[in-house]
Nanobody, 116 residues
Framework: QVQLVESGGGLVQPGGSLRLSCAASLSIFDFTIMGWYRQAPGRERDLVAAIPTGGHANYVDSVKGRFTISFDNAKSTVYLQMDNMKPEDTAEYYC??????????WGRGTQVTVSP
């Protein structure tokens, strides 16, 4: 059973930083792409950032210049560094990965709250 486990969420003040981690039970290179989504209450789950395991990252416009997605294959972990955070970044954040066989996997999420 493939597992993705997020950690690192919490409460942060506006302008602050958090780093989310997503530990995978497979090598990162068993995935073709890894990403982070977020879902605020009453809203749909939206893509925040994605990184092909052999390519360049891409970001939703609202986080460009503030968030950075990366991975460390030695640790089978994907990261989302979030800087200069805003209240509108408040959401449940989910890690996802698409395996080389085309199967999508999701973590259970980690809550991020940006508030004074």
């Amino acid at each position: 059973q493939v597992q993705l486990v997020e950690s690192g969420g919490g409460l942060v003040q506006p302008g602050g930083s958090l780093r989310l981690s997503c530990a995978a039970s497979l090598s990162i290179f068993d995935f073709t792409i890894m990403g982070w989504y977020r879902q605020a209450p009453g809203r749909e789950r939206d893509l925040v950032a994605a990184i092909p395991t052999g390519g360049h990252a891409n970001y939703v416009d609202s986080v460009k210049g503030r968030f950075t997605i990366s991975f460390d294959n030695a640790k089978s972990t994907v990261y989302l560094q979030m800087d200069n955070m805003k209240p509108e970044d408040t959401a449940e954040y989910y890690c996802t990965g698409r395996s080389v066989f085309g199967q999508d996997y999701w973590g259970r999420g980690t809550q991020v709250t940006v508030s004074p």
